[in-house]
């Protein structure tokens, strides 16, 4: 049956298809994201990787087991405060769709609150017949007796806006509607909205986010809105938004030019006043104060500020020319500010020492701004903050966990007490399993900081993961993670998680030290700890496996291609891997600032080598792949995966492919789904690196093989 299903698709493959091979790129088709041929051969990989990777009684109790954590009503339901209700979005087994809720904080504060259900979106999407995911609300502040509700078919970027009345719990039959779209729509007063999204043509940049930001009235067409700025078709994306609090009110436009360079203006009298600062900056207003992050040094006057400095002025008197700049942190030695809260009457500032949280509060004063530690431990531990409501008093939620220590979550006020409001119970076995933080040097000499989760005591060599991202400016920080655990550690293997550069671990040079031409020092850094590893006997190349997603895809599709001999296994979801045509695919312009420009020679002289799918070689013997991603991903096209996969597998390597139809750029839209997806790709490495916790460090050595594939294009 199995061998009549591939023939179908095979014949298929060979009658269909509205892209077709050219001589640059013969596997372009595979970018026709629905297109018969290329769901077609999509089906077949499927139902290979399928018959291969997801059946048995082991795939099948993985499969449970991380559905129960997934669904597991010991999870902490995470809250946020629009007015007097705490807000909260559940999916388990009887609401795999989702209930959007809320409750009080009294009620929250209980072991088992009860629940009051906003909106249902399991039963919303069976009566429109849609795939509904919700993504997210945006409250009329500060009434919060509306808000916009805004629905991703599938789980994809694009979405709808409704307007929903919250007292009737019903959308407004004759209320703000947006159709579908990437962009953004958000309050500009109770009768108006700002919204930048597709009105049809040339209104969309080249990374296909919005040129255009419009304020539309109430009693509008969308047509009539007031067009208020308009960017470059180059830009990224621009957009408009304000602050409704009473006494603060203030309009906003942004103009995205690059992923690292924003225009800011404030926008009074229906007039843009552009507030100068550098671009490379990020600023914000709250409550009459202007925030400034610094990404290079900023030379004001006789003073420089150094990059990764956080700054705060008055608004008024910076709008009317004043540089009265004082400093809330400046970066040192090992330092970088991993982000800040402004408060009522605090700003929380946390910072990453040598990847360690320590948060601190600031406080104007008289005689300056006074910074207390708020820090109770440190550990290797992630500390999160962020305020309750901003507008209204000094509380704010703190989150801590670390690899193996469920998160707890606490309400706290920087002048008062501290309670803790939910615990998360252990969900894996941690027995004997300890967290170091170790360091590796990378081929210039710069030190990379990795955390290795393992069993100190454990003889020999074991089955390790190693896992990645790498740009961006994003920091990777211990978590909590029962799946990890459960799918890896309780099984015996060793969990690593490297530092390396293009994150932002040590503030922007350790973002910036990687970019473009320079983003070898990235792939380098994670090679390094691989061989870290494999010199402390911690594992052998034949037990290291790899995994990342999208940007942490192209990482690891690059230790694919650079390093086949170093490593025994490798999954990339959701990745990039054709760093010819990204910039042509979906939101892939966006990111021509990180990566480099391939339409100019001189850049694609250097992208072309850490382009994976114009270095996969015929001739070499490359460790198993597995790649995934999502049919509704509009953030890196499936093509990367598709042709990746379909030029290895015609080369004979051994790859195996699976393309979930939903789920976004998350590659999964339910917990049903993300328990399949999370389960192939543990599965796969169990299977392919020998994990088993009752082996012995010989038998670990010796990988399982995995079947090869037997459908070629």
């Known amino acids: 049956m199995a061998a009549a299903r ?8 060979g009658q269909t298809g509205m892209i077709q091979a050219n001589e640059d790129d013969p596997y372009i088709w595979l970018e026709n994201v629905d297109g018969d041929r290329a769901m077609a051969w999509v089906t077949a990989q499927n139902l290979e990787a399928r018959e291969a990777l997801a059946h048995g009684k082991s795939f099948e109790t993985s499969e449970r087991r991380l559905l129960a954590i997934f669904n597991s009503s010991d999870r902490i339901p995470f809250i946020s405060k629009a007015g007097p209700h705490y807000y909260n979005f559940w999916q388990d087994a009887d609401h795999p769709r989702g209930l959007w809720r809320r409750t009080t904080l009294d009620e929250y504060r209980k072991p088992a609150p009860s629940w009051e259900t906003v909106l249902d979106i399991d039963a919303l999407a069976r009566d429109e017949q849609e795939n509904w995911v919700f993504a997210g609300a945006d409250f009329l502040d500060p009434t919060y007796d509306r808000c916009l509700i805004a629905l991703s078919r599938g789980g994809a970027d694009a979405d709808v806006v409704r ?19 990437k962009g953004l729509a958000t309050w500009a007063g109770k009768d108006s909205l700002f919204v930048a999204r597709d009105f049809g043509p040339d209104t969309l940049t080249e990374s296909g986010y919005p040129r255009i930001a419009k304020l539309w009235r109430r009693g509008q067409s969308l047509a009539d809105a007031e067009a208020i700025f308009e960017g470059r078709t180059t830009d990224i994306s621009v957009g ?12 906003f436009v942004y103009r995205g030019i690059d992923f690292h360079n924003t225009d800011l203006f404030i926008r009074r009298d229906g007039a ?15 409550r009459g104060r202007l925030f400034v992050t610094l990404d290079t040094d900023w030379t004001v006057g006789n003073t420089t500020y150094t990059a990764g400095s956080l700054l705060v002025a008055g608004l008024e008197g910076f709008l009317a020319g004043e540089r009265k700049l004082d400093v809330l942190y400046r970066p040192a030695p090992g330092t970088s500010l991993e982000q800040y809260s402004p408060m009522r009457n605090h700003v929380l500032i946390n910072v990453l020492d040598n990847v360690r949280n320590r948060v601190y509060a600031v406080t104007p004063t008289a005689d300056g701004w006074v910074r207390k530690d708020l820090t109770e431990a440190s550990g290797m531990q992630t500390i999160s903050v962020r305020a309750v409501d901003p507008h209204v008093d000094d509380r704010y939620f703190m989150d801590v966990a670390d690899y193996l220590t469920p998160t707890t979550l606490s309400l706290r006020d920087v002048g008062g007490p501290s309670v803790t409001l939910k615990r998360m119970p252990r969900m894996f076995d941690a027995e004997g399993l300890s967290i170091a933080q170790e360091w590796a040097t990378s081929e210039d000499g710069t030190r990379v900081p990795y955390f290795v989760v393992r069993d100190p005591k454990a003889k020999g060599p074991q089955p390790t993961l190693l896992y990645g991202y790498g740009g961006f400016g994003l920091s990777m920080t211990p978590g909590y993670s029962p799946g990890v655990g459960a799918m890896w550690l309780e099984q015996g293997g060793v969990y690593v998680v490297a530092n390396i550069r293009g994150g932002g671990e040590f503030g922007p040079e350790w973002h910036q030290a990687a970019l473009k031409e320079n983003r070898p020092r990235a792939y380098e850094d994670f090679i390094a700890v691989a061989e870290d590893l494999i010199r402390r006997e911690i594992t052998t190349s034949g037990q290291l496996g790899v995994m990342g997603g999208s940007n942490g895809g192209l990482l690891v599709g690059n230790m694919l291609i650079m390093r086949p001999d170093l490593f025994g296994a490798v999954v990339a979801q959701v990745p990039l891997l054709d760093m010819r045509r990204y910039h042509e695919l979906l939101a892939g312009a966006s990111w021509v600032a990180e990566y480099g420009d391939p339409d100019k020679p001189e850049e694609w002289a250097f992208i072309r080598k850490f382009s994976p799918y114009h270095n996969v070689d015929s001739g070499t013997r490359y460790p198993p792949l597995l790649v995934t991603t999502s049919t509704r991903d509009d953030r890196v096209h499936p093509g990367h995966a598709r042709k990746m996969a379909a030029k290895m597998a015609d080369q004979g390597h051994r790859v195996f492919y699976y393309e979930n139809v939903e789920g976004g750029h998350a590659g999964a839209a ?3 789904q993300r328990a399949f997806m999370w389960a192939l790709a543990y599965g796969f490495l169990q299977r392919t690196l020998n994990v088993s916790k009752a082996g012995n460090a010989a038998d670990q050595a010796a990988r399982v093989p995995v079947p090869g594939n037997t459908l070629r294009h």
């Not at 591939?6 to 493959?13: E, P, Q, T, V």
């Open 240 to 251: 408009a938004y304000a602050t409704l609090e009473p006494g603060y009110e203030e309009e």
């Open 272 to 286: 843009l006043k552009a507030i100068d600062v550098p671009s490379d900056a990020r600023a914000r207003v709250h």
């Open 6 to 13: 591939r023939l179908a698709i095979l014949l298929l493959l």
């Open 163 to 181: 307007e929903f009345d919250i007292s009737t719990r019903s959308f407004v039959a004759d209320g703000f509607r947006l159709a579908e779209s």
């Open 670 to 672: 339910d917990n049903a």
